[in-house]
């Protein structure tokens, strides 16, 4: 398993091209299960999860072809037909993403075996949600032998209300609702610009969808879709990242292929402690990270409030602030993992069940840690980036599953950090 070593203090300087949005690839990826034409995606980050996705069209029969281009890959997909419906045990349990291949089979197909996801290192993460719209919408849903089996003779569009606002479940049920008979209203659906984003490939496969982006998206079906061509949107999270990552360091970055409008909340919160973030040209943000950060709390909520795929992030750069900032995760049950490594590395922090309080500014020392999750795995490197001395981050599997090549972007502005391979 790889591993990250990090030498800290060396304060970020120069220029970061942000890659395309992994949560807006995947799902447009399993878009292209919707229709017998060529779709050609482009911006495509270069990330493992994009791997998996690609290993489930195999499994499902579904050529895919990747070529590498200036920004991003260029990844183009034909489902001509379908050898067979079944999302593997194997690989949802590698990413839990692979269900959004549900309602694209089922409403195209008509047939569906896709493995229940089981736990998550963040929280309990049902797809009830999903299953219930489904239903709605005329599929039978059996559990078997820990597979949801759906099948439908046709999809009729209906009214469906989301008791929990989720974005892969707001995204699987517009891409059933696309094919299906007549009109579906989904309400309390998720705002993310990835499902917007998703929403416009639809439509440039001839969906009819009005109003993504809002609580309320209208879907009226049509009998069939056809090609197109997309470019994926600039992934706000890997940004915020990096943000942060010119906060903790007290550096300076530009940031190029940005969308400025889809990080509204996080450079709100990141301006109150301190940090000066100005957009540049078209598509770009300078941030200049201040001598001394601010503590402010933190509440994350769903789009377009503070995303929970930034709290772990803000944790780090918590610890390097001024006075003390609740943290407060809404959003998952367990999302705090990071904060047991970031006390062994010198932070000051009490987690008490969804709230979690920093204390700083104190001084971050270099350790061995371990990565848990995505997320969580690059606070430790930002918690790295800042610490003296040198930190050996574990498991760094977690990280390439949606930050791509991390290493070498910071390493291109400045910072000391090795990739050590291990066979
Ligand atoms: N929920 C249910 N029932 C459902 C679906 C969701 O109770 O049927 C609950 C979840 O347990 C959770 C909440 O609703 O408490 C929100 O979960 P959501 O379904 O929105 O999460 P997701 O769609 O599984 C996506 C991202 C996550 C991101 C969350 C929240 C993708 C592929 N994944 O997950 O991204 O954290 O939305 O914004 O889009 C990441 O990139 O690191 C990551 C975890």
Redesign the pocket.
Known sequence: MDKFLIQGGKPLEGRVTISGA??AA??AMAASLLTDQRIVLRNVPRVRDIGTMRSLLDELGVDSAVKHEEHGNRVEIRARKLINPVAPYELVKQM??SV?VLGPLVARFGHARVSLPGGCA??????????KGLERFGASIRIDHGYVEARADGLNGAPFTF???????T?NLMMAAVLAEGETILENA?R?P?VEDLANLLNKMGAKIEGAGSDRIRIQGVSKLHEAQHVIIPDR?EAGTFLAAAGITRGHLKLDHVEPAHLTAIIAKLAETGLKVTPGDAGELEVYGPDSLRSADVITH??PGF???MQAQYMALMTQAQGSAVITET???NRFLHALELLRMGADITVDGRRAVVRGPTPLSGAMVQAS???ASASLVLAGLSAEGETLIDRVYHIDR?YERIEEKLRHVGASIRRISET
């Open positions: 992994k949560n995947l799902p839990r993403a959004l963040i929280g309990a993460r049902p797809i009830n949600l999903h299953l008791d929990t606002i989720s974005v892969t479940g995204e998720a993310e990835e999270i769903e789009y995303a929970t795929d959003i998952f049950e999750d995505l997320r949606g």
